[in-house]
């Protein structure tokens, strides 16, 4: 048996569009660390709505039931016995269901009381809704990915620890079908299995296993207990695997600081999709990594076609944000006593970019060359926070620091669109009434609703009221747009989270029809056409003509996070 010095891992964590919903399914991979005393296994349970309940599940047996308020979050602790060890079937997977949104959070840990010995990991729960029935599996080999970074052969391990795993978890209530698809030689070879409902298995991975298909949901992990690097660490990996429509093309590279070390690893399902750099064609070692010429800087890559890929180093493991998958706001969730944010955000509008409540005023933006973007390390405090921005959609990753190592993932998408107010739960709905009113009887109707006027004060907005909108009616509706009597500017009447509903400035953006507005004592009011071939252009109009209101609820947004006591399962 030979000795190995147990060291901070790799948080890994899925990523899509939004990762909350209320219907989960997970299981602990096994953590090696298994003899120390100290093995803490939890997950962390945020809700994004009032008056939430969630219920555990492990072994098919209900085990908690809890309640939350709206960005509160609670843990919910499990024992040793809950990790997957063997390879073959198992009822250890843990479902999590709510009456209301939420998002889930896992962390395995080993710890003997030093830093030197600790093995951490931390992984986004995905909700049932992003899971799937096909999966390419990352062409991993243990033996190359020491020699890679070692520059030497694996030290000896039994056949345990020689390979990765892979854990296949039934998310559904009924008999699953599972068929593993591995390459041997020349040829393609598949295994059929079958798994009860809520039940998982664990079997062994290699390079050789290409994809995994079942007839029903499943949740795919990635893991290793034990993975051999340098220094004689041990690093565990946990690597939530997404479906194949969880792919992109364009991949902003982030640069971590502390990070010497680092190869990129490509998933595709065809075989012909190449990664570019500056429009030069990385070329992969023989076991399939490719490198970047600078690792001293982030740094912009695109394939041919659809790919997921893999920033891999001796301290990461971390699945990046697909260009087309960057979202408006992310929580993050945070273990360690170092922690911090990298943000990648447009460099227009970097200065714009908000934790909590508050503008990032202090951060050192470095543009990433030959991109509209810039990156920034935002130093964190709080166990729990969240990233947002305004305007235009941002990628956020965590990283933390043990003192000896950095390790990281990224954060969790919440929303897809930006907000200007913050991080959105529920979105707001456009909906055009029935009556036919005045400018200022649509804005009493509207408010009476608990409503407002619709303000399209964006592109975005203006396109989701286009597509919210269905009517072939050939008539106009009031919005909140109006002009000031005293000056014959044009603001907006509205509503925001925070206040009544009083008169802002208005935007640089306009939609007006050829000829619009007229003389403003020809119209003091705007409205738009409700006819589609119009593309929804807006007039200026005499506000006391008889239109149809175009009122608007507003979002529910995420309140800062404050944490509640834990749930211990016995």
């Known amino acids: 048996m030979f000795v190995i010095l147990l060291f901070a891992s790799t948080l890994s964590q899925g990523l899509t569009i939004v990762s909350y919903g209320d219907s989960f399914i997970t299981a602990f991979p096994e953590n090696v660390g298994y003899f120390y005393p100290y093995t803490p296994r939890s997950l962390r349970v945020t809700a994004l709505h009032e008056d939430t309940s969630f219920t555990v599940f492990y072994n098919n047996t209900k085990i908690t039931k809890s309640y939350l308020q709206r960005g509160s979050t ?28 939420v998002v889930v959070h896992s962390l395995s840990q080993t710890d003997t009381g030093t830093i030197q010995k600790k093995n951490i990991q931390t992984s986004v729960i995905q909700p049932i809704t992003n899971l799937g029935t096909n999966y390419l599996i990352p062409p991993l080999s243990h033996p190359g990915l020491i020699q890679t ?11 345990r620890y020689s390979l990765f795993k892979l854990i296949i978890i039934n998310a559904e209530d009924t008999e699953n079908t599972i068929t593993v698809v591995w390459k041997v030689s020349a040829s393609v070879q598949e295994e059929k299995l079958k798994i009860p409902s809520y039940q998982l298995i664990q079997i062994q991975a290699s390079a050789s296993l290409l994809m995994v298909k079942s007839s029903h949901k499943v949740a795919v992990i990635l893991t290793h207990p034990c993975l051999e690097m340098t220094a004689c660490k041990c690093n565990m990996i946990v690597n939530q695997i997404l479906p194949t429509q969880f ?7 982030p640069y971590i600081p502390g990070i010497t070390q680092s190869r990129l690893l490509m998933t595709s399902n065809d075989t012909a999709i190449s990664l570019y750099h500056n429009n030069v064609q990385l070329q992969p070692s023989p076991s399939g990594f490719l490198s970047l010429s600078d690792q001293t800087k982030s740094q912009y890559v695109n394939a041919s076609g659809g790919v997921s890929l893999r920033l891999i180093s001796p301290d990461l493991f971390i699945e990046l944000i697909p260009e087309n998958m960057f979202a408006g706001c992310y929580l993050l969730q945070l273990y360690s006593d170092i922690k911090s944010a990298l943000v990648i955000a447009e460099t227009g509008s970097r200065n714009n970019v908000h934790k909590q409540k508050d503008h990032i005023t202090s951060a050192k933006w470095t543009e990433i060359t030959g991109t509209k973007y810039s990156s920034a390390i935002i130093p964190l405090t709080n166990p729990s926070t969240f990233i947002w921005h305004p305007s235009s959609k941002i990628a956020v990753y965590i990283l933390e620091n043990t003192g000896t190592a950095v390790y990281g993932g990224p954060a969790i998408p919440i929303n897809d669109q930006p907000d200007e107010f913050g991080c959105v739960v529920i979105p707001g709905q456009f909906e055009v009434g029935n009556d036919r009113l005045s400018w200022a009887e649509s804005l009493a109707h509207c408010t009476s609703l608990q409503k407002q006027l619709g303000c399209p004060t964006s592109e975005d907005i203006q396109m989701n009221l286009a597509n919210t909108v269905n009517t072939t009616e050939d008539e106009e509706a009031w919005i909140g747009l109006r002009r000031s009597l005293m000056t014959t500017d044009w603001y907006w009447q509205r509503q925001t989270p925070s206040t009544t509903s009083l008169p802002s400035p208005s ?21 738009l056409s409700l006819v589609r071939e119009d593309e929804f252009k807006w007039k200026s109009a005499k506000c006391c003509e008889k239109k149809r209101p175009v009122c608007y609820k ?17």
């Open 74 to 101: 609670t843990t919910v602790t499990f024992p040793k016995t809950a990790e997957v060890h063997e390879l073959n079937y198992s009822t250890n997977s843990i479902r999590i269901t709510s009456t209301k949104n």
């Open 149 to 159: 970074f070692s520059g030497s052969s694996a030290p000896f391990s039994s056949q």
């Open 247 to 253: 792919q992109g093309q364009n991949f902003v590279v």
């Open 554 to 570: 507003s979002p529910i947004y995420l309140n800062p996070l404050y944490p509640v006591d834990p749930v211990n399962i016995p």
């Open 507 to 527: 935007s640089d953006f306009f939609h007006w029809a050829d000829g619009q507005p007229l003389d403003s004592f020809m119209g003091l009011c705007a409205s």
